[in-house]
């Protein structure tokens, strides 16, 4: 189906700047498509004719910017979320039930299916493909996070049978296996904070580093700083090395397998200015491991964990500063403490940021 409109004509390098004050203007007919010209033209439907003053201002920006009119495809309308296309399959009830949040790594889409749904999730996954078309497989959670490698179970859906993936965030990409190393999307802004607050010549130590979501960012953000990236988990620390390989960034990430406590008391005691503890199941075992990998001087340290039911953030507070003297060290403030995301309902994962002597 197609549609005439009037339109803006402007060179292809001029585009978003045009598109940009067009929308701000509320000019642009967003049910259209925008179309392509010969020798690198650009025409931009509008929803009517442009007034004068309008006209001015885009000229002004876009002194090449002509008007006109043509005929424009209309733009497929594709359904918004899952009980859009749900609506006629399944009752009411049901599409109360759809899943609300999904975890998106890759090109893999990861959900919660509630009981009432289980026989209706092939229904469900294939929903999730018609509305997310960068979606290639659907995974159902099976299980809990849990044991020493922080793995989950996943049940296959529909789409491609894998659990590989390339993952994209914060201008980086990753090698994620989901089935064999940890890794939660809904951290990448919490990736983005920690890395933005290194500084210059820093010496970091990841001791929970996964698949390297906060040591590959950490280095490409600053390429004089050497960032220690360490897991138990063998698997993790494999796609860590080949992260920072893709990344360019090998030359100043050092990966290392093994117990956080044992790698730090063999080879990175006394070395680091900055330490990431994103365990929040167990992070408070390993707070003195923590200490003994910062220089003597001290430095910053970035704590997860758990808040849950009738704890407090108060309590989580408390148990670090108890654990932090235990070692010999001492808090001298917490910089920055705040929940990062709803785990569970009245469960909470909290970050502190800690500046400890």
Do not use: W
């Amino acid at each position: 189906m197609s549609k005439n409109a009037f339109c803006l004509q402007v060179p292809k390098k001029d585009g978003e700047r045009t598109l940009k004050i067009a929308n701000k203007l509320g000019l642009t007919d967003k049910t259209l498509l925008i179309q392509k010209g010969k020798d690198d033209l650009l025409y931009i439907p509008l929803i009517r004719q442009l007034e004068e003053k309008e006209l001015t201002l885009l000229t002004t920006h876009v002194p090449q910017l002509k008007l006109g009119a043509k005929s424009f495809l209309k733009k497929n309308k594709q359904p918004q979320t899952l009980a859009d296309v749900l609506k006629n399959e399944l009752e009411p009830t049901l599409l109360g039930a759809l899943p609300r949040a999904i975890d998106v790594v890759g090109d893999i889409a990861i959900i919660e299916i509630p009981p009432r749904l289980e026989a209706y999730k092939h229904l469900v996954g294939n929903a999730i493909l018609k509305t997310h078309k960068n979606i290639r497989t659907v995974l159902a959670k099976a299980g809990a996070v849990k044991g020493t490698y922080r793995l989950r179970e996943f049940e296959f859906i529909v789409g491609e049978q894998k659990t590989k993936t390339l993952h994209k965030e914060n201008g980086c990409s990753y090698f994620v296996d989901v089935a064999k190393a940890y890794f939660s999307p809904r951290l990448s802004s919490e990736h983005n904070r920690v890395a933005s607050l290194v500084q210059s010549g820093e010496n970091i130590v990841d001791l929970f580093a996964g698949v390297g979501p906060f040591v590959v960012l950490i280095a490409k953000k600053h390429p004089d700083v050497k960032v220690y990236g360490v897991d138990i988990n063998a698997d993790a620390i494999d796609l860590l090395k080949k992260n920072a390989r893709l990344n360019r960034v090998e030359n100043r990430v050092y990966a290392v397998a093994g117990d956080a406590r044992q790698v730090v008391n063999e080879k990175l005691e006394g070395v680091a200015d900055r330490v990431i503890m994103n365990l929040p199941e167990t992070a408070v075992e390993f707070i003195d491991t923590a200490c003994k990998a910062l220089k003597s001087s001290g430095g910053v340290v970035h704590f997860y964990g758990f808040v849950r039911l009738n704890e407090s953030i108060e309590n989580l507070k408390q148990r670090f500063v108890a654990a932090v003297e235990k070692s010999g060290r001492q808090v001298k403030i917490f910089s920055y403490i705040k929940p990062v995301r709803e785990t569970a309902p009245r469960e909470y994962q909290v970050v502190l940021d800690t500046k400890i002597l």
